[in-house]
């Protein structure tokens, strides 16, 4: 395997790992605050989950996107367009799971009419969609364009069209006024969602920072220079970010310019520090770890979700089998916040247990 992929692998596997954790607690309530989202203004690490996914898209397309564009416009199309709707149906699908429920002692469907939109896997897919048509026909320059301008214009559009709190958001009124309330999450007690229509354009540009790093390594090579050169810009990143703060809070929920710069800094700061342990330093007896969930990323992706929504499905005692589980070993063996960790890591583990079966039997999934 090309060593450049290996660093992406890891990334993505430890991306998805502290994702599976950060969505698997044994209790929200009794949750180690860093392994919660910021509340709204602010950050903490499991905000840069979904936006590093964003950036591993972006770099794993450095690799392929060429190979593609190479087949003709047509071709390209086809893939893009088709890889990004199966990877949306498949979140919209996820979100509408177990599809029925029971009322009245027998089973009815779940009202598409209720069902959410948007999400995780939907933003992923709509950011991969549009970051390749900019890349295919604007280039790299072109990119860097749309990314300074979609940087700055959504927050013009933030500012004077709203503010920037939970309800008077331009990208909530976007929502409900496209999508309508029902369609939206209400996690926040309020029709508000953090993966809304508006808030999917910076997002963007993480996936393209992701790429333009990706065609540097590619360019420079496993080198000190390249290393040197990607810390420095995510140094910047950083310090732009945190100047923009100042004017436009980093806000994870709203995915804020100055978050979109925060975590790609971040970003490239991770980054070069993988690939001089693992390529120049050739330490890699820890990485097969992280590999098995990079290289079945979307797949242990939705067997995490769905399987943690089943557990919560199946009844036992008073409740559901999750919450026993819960409950009966790990809060009583270890505490609240040590058994909510547990059993977080527990589920990772069985998660990662899946993608080991499907790695040694050389099973890939993708799309």
Not at 130 to 144: N, P, Q, R, T
Not at 226 to 243: E, K, P, Q, R, Y
Not at 302 to 314: D, F, M, N, Q, R
Request: aromatic share 16%; glycine share 8%.
């Amino acid at each position: 395997m090309n060593n450049r992929y290996l660093s992406v692998d890891v990334l993505r596997g430890l991306t998805v790992t502290l994702m599976i954790i950060v969505n698997s607690p044994g209790n929200w309530g009794t949750t180690f605050s860093p392994l919660l989202h910021a509340q709204w203004h602010g950050f903490t690490l499991t905000d840069l989950v979904f936006p590093t996914f964003m950036f591993v898209v972006g770099n794993a397309m450095s690799f392929s996107l060429e190979k593609y564009a190479a087949k003709g416009s047509a071709e390209f199309l086809k893939k893009v367009f088709k890889r990004a709707a199966i990877i949306f149906l498949l979140g919209f699908l996820m979100y509408w799971f177990p599809f029925v429920h029971s009322e009245n002692g027998s089973l009815a469907f779940n009202a598409l009419s209720d069902t959410r939109i948007m999400g995780v896997l939907q933003r992923i897919a709509l950011g991969y969609l549009f970051a390749s048509l900019i890349l295919f026909y604007w280039k790299e320059k072109g990119a860097i364009w749309f990314s300074v301008i979609a940087l700055f214009g959504y927050w013009l559009i933030m500012y004077v069209f709203g503010d920037y709190s939970l309800e008077g958001n331009s990208g909530i009124m976007l929502d409900k006024f496209i999508l309508g309330a029902n369609h939206m999450y209400h996690g926040e007690g309020v029709a508000f969602d953090p993966e809304g229509l508006l808030s999917t354009l910076p997002a963007i540009v993480n996936v393209i920072a992701g790429y333009l790093a990706g065609k540097f390594i590619q360019q420079k090579g496993n080198s000190f220079e390249a290393i040197a050169t990607l810390m420095v810009c995510g140094s910047l990143l950083l310090f732009a970010a945190l100047t923009w703060d100042l004017v436009f809070p980093i806000n994870k929920k709203l995915w804020t310019s100055s978050f979109v710069l925060y975590t790609t800094g971040l970003d490239l700061l991770i980054l070069p520090v993988l690939i001089f342990i693992i390529d120049i330093r050739q330490k890699t007896g820890w990485t097969y770890f992280f590999e098995v969930f990079g290289k079945n990323t979307l797949f242990i992706y939705l067997v995490s979700e769905v399987g943690l929504v089943t557990l919560y499905l199946i009844p036992a005692g008073e409740g559901s089998l999750a919450s026993w589980l819960y409950e009966h070993i790990f809060s009583a063996l270890t505490g609240p916040y040590i058994g909510s960790l547990l059993f977080a890591l527990a589920w990772m583990m069985v998660c990662w247990l899946v993608g080991y079966v499907l790695d040694k039997k050389k099973i890939y999934i993708k799309v």
